[in-house]
């Protein structure tokens, strides 16, 4: 008997839904089969018992069977395990199962047991299908997730006027491109960029006119800008742009694009077409300024000048020569 518990232990492994059969390994004849074996051969259990493979499937099928088991059975280990995959039909249906065998040591009176669990292919590929799915479905969720944290995280530091960061990022950003820039000896430009003085027309329309500028003034601006670089919203009615690895020469060329643009733009509010200009003052790191106060000091000087000089202006701020 405890060889037989021990031929019965794969059935305590074996997963719902497998079909398990013991045998006698000298005649080959069934001495246990579980209901899921006997409910597959379309047999009672006790039909099933005292019969040899010979007599519940066709000729060919049996044979092979038969090999498998003469195989681990002359392993000679108790133990000893195989597995081996059969496909065929039965009962007019094709199936494909992995079997594993595993055969006793012989008890008191040299009887042998021949353990068999028999688990369907067909089964066990849908549900690896649906654990793929799941998997798949929880890591899809989990990638929607962490995009809703990113995009929360990266509203927090937006204004939502314009859609640009708030000042306080913009400053984090500076900084980092300060110390990048010392480091790696390279260059970068800051920009201020103020809202001329509104026209009648905005005016007359109030916060729903001045909204609508400070929407085209951020699409533009972050139509305007590369992912390198940082815009924001400084205050009311100035902006501040980063352009990162960028001379002075080059920042001029670009902002005085984005003057052009903004001179042209035409945005509508109830019916009323409204039209908007900008003050510009750029500085750049080292060639202005060779402090992050100094750069925004050379920034702030220049976009005075741009107003002075009556607005919708770009104005560079002075190139500093060191002593010698």
């Known amino acids: ?114 353990t068999s669990v028999w688990t369907d292919l067909a089964l066990a590929r849908q549900r690896d299908a649906q654990l793929r799915q799941a998997l798949e479905q929880i890591e899809q969720q989990q990638r929607a997730n962490d995009a809703l944290r990113r995009e929360l995280a990266d509203q927090a530091l937006r204004d939502p006027a314009s859609g640009l960061y708030t000042r306080a990022h913009f400053e984090d950003q500076l900084r980092r491109e300060v110390d990048l820039s010392t480091r790696e000896h390279r260059e970068f430009a800051v920009v201020f960029v103020e809202l001329d003085p509104p026209s009648e027309k905005v005016r007359a329309l109030g916060d729903a006119g001045q909204a609508r500028i400070l929407e085209a003034m951020g699409r533009l601006l972050r139509g305007g800008t590369r992912a390198m670089d940082a815009s924001c919203r400084h205050d009311d009615r100035r902006f501040a742009v980063l352009l990162s690895g960028v001379g002075l020469a080059t920042a001029h060329a670009r902002m005085e694009g984005l003057r052009r643009q903004c001179a042209t733009q035409i945005v509508v509010q109830d019916g009323v077409e409204l039209s908007f200009s900008v003050s510009m003052g750029v500085a750049s790191f080292p060639h202005t300024a060779h402090t992050q106060d100094e750069l925004l000091a050379a920034c702030s000087a220049a976009l005075a000048e741009a107003q002075r000089r009556g607005g919708n202006h770009v104005t560079l701020a002075a190139i500093r020569f060191e002593a010698t």
């Open 1 to 114: 008997m405890d060889a037989l518990l021990a031929a019965l232990l794969p059935a305590v492994l074996a997963r719902k839904g497998d079909l398990l059969a013991v045998k006698d390994a000298r005649s080959g004849r069934h001495v246990h089969v579980n209901d899921a074996m006997a409910k597959w051969l379309r047999r009672p259990a006790d039909d099933v018992v005292g019969r040899t493979d010979a007599e519940l499937f066709d000729p060919t099928l049996a044979t092979a069977l038969r090999a498998a088991e003469q195989t681990v059975l002359a392993q000679g280990e108790a133990g000893a395990v195989l597995v081996s995959e059969h496909s065929f039909e039965h009962a007019g249906t094709r199936h494909d199962f992995s079997v594993l065998r595993q055969a006793s040591a012989a008890d008191r009176d040299g009887r042998r047991w021949l």
